[in-house]
């Protein structure tokens, strides 16, 4: 059964500080999608980043940044120099074997990040 | 374009009511996923529908079920509601069931007295 992990419930912080979310998965499959969503108090999901199992290149992404590292089961997301309106729930999710039919993906159970002036 | 639009996007029932929520997706989209969140549980996937099919379900009990329409706009709907069904649901559309990137509507969030 597949399963995603992030042990930080909640990170408070101050305004510039920098914030590091951390997930880890675990599959038996070998190839997969891990992604980030970000969660505003409106509720909608907003897709952040997705990254193939293949690919274990990290991205910075104007103030996010991604690091996966395959041999850990590890999928950490930081955002560089917070600020207010980065407050919100982050997901972390796995998608299903990139074999198998359907899109089903698996979250952890949330980081929430409170970014504080 | 047009994002995933869902309604309504809050309602009030009752036990024992049944309750139907609808999702239509980005246009061009084909597959649509439902999602149930809770505090206790977290995000959890109920089922997904492509062309008209339900490809994938959840581990839900039958009284939650969903169907998708050949404009590729889908309905759930949840029978003899429990307290327990009290969530957000979320709807989220991609273009084809193959772990394409699932982008999410803004939630029904249904509340059963």
């Known amino acids: 059964a597949q399963k995603v992990t992030q042990a930080q419930t909640e990170i408070s912080v101050v305004e510039k500080e920098d914030v590091t979310l951390d997930c880890v998965y675990e599959?038996?499959?070998?190839?997969?999608?891990l992604f980030w969503y970000k969660q505003p108090p409106s509720g909608e999901l907003v897709f952040l980043i997705r990254?193939?199992?293949?690919?274990?290149q990290n991205e910075i992404s104007g103030r996010y940044s991604w690091n996966f590292q395959k041999s850990t089961s590890s999928f950490n997301f930081t955002i560089t120099a917070s600020q207010v309106v980065d407050s919100a729930v982050y997901f972390c999710?796995?998608?299903?074997?990139?074999?198998?039919?359907?899109?089903?993906?698996?979250f952890g159970g949330g980081t929430r990040v409170l970014v504080k002036p | 374009k047009a994002g995933v639009t869902q309604t309504p996007r809050y309602l009030i029932k009752t036990r024992g009511q049944q309750v139907t929520l609808s999702c239509s997706p980005i246009s061009g989209h084909r597959s649509v996923s439902w999602y149930q969140q809770t505090p206790g549980q977290g995000l959890q996937f109920l089922f997904e529908?492509?062309?008209?099919?339900?490809?994938n379900k959840g581990n839900f009990p039958g009284r939650f079920s969903g169907r998708q329409f050949s404009n590729s706009r889908s309905e759930m709907n949840v029978s003899t509601l429990e307290l327990g069904d009290s969530a957000l649901y979320l709807c989220?559309?991609?273009?084809?069931?193959?772990?394409?990137?699932?982008?999410f509507g803004p939630g029904t969030r249904l509340l059963v007295l």
């Open positions: 999710a796995l998608s299903e074997p990139l074999k198998a039919a359907g899109n089903k993906l698996t």
């Open positions: 989220a559309s991609s273009l084809d069931p193959t772990q394409e990137t699932q982008y």
């Open positions: 990254r193939n199992s293949f690919d274990e």
């Open positions: 599959t038996r499959d070998t190839t997969y999608y």
């Open positions: 529908y492509f062309s008209e099919t339900q490809r």
